[in-house]
């Protein structure tokens, strides 16, 4: 969870000079690797992490991707988070196309 929360810093913080997307998916796909391994029940919140990484980086499929899984695996009660979760895949298919 520290892992995710300091990658999702890295993405976020303000002002966006301060932000290091390169660095932020270097920890973030490694804590979405341990969270498939041990079977994490907070996987899609890592992979919505991921996605964000992956837009940051220019990667925008492999983002359209990983929230497109996070989304999936969203379960009550983290229900509240869809709206927000799917309106970033909106953003991020139209980036793609």
Known sequence: ETLNTCAW???TVEPPSLRDPAVALAAIER???QARANRNDG???YLDTLALAHARTGAMEKAV???RE???L???PNEAYR???EARLREY???VR
Do not use: K
Request: charged content about 10%; proline content about 4%.
């Open 70 to 72: 996070a989304i999936l």
């Open 83 to 85: 709206g927000e979760m």
């Open 9 to 11: 810093f890295l993405l």
């Open 93 to 95: 298919e139209a980036a």
């Open 74 to 76: 969203l379960r009550p």
């Open 43 to 45: 996987l899609w919140s």
């Open 31 to 33: 804590c979405v690797a």
């Open 65 to 67: 991707a990983a929230q």
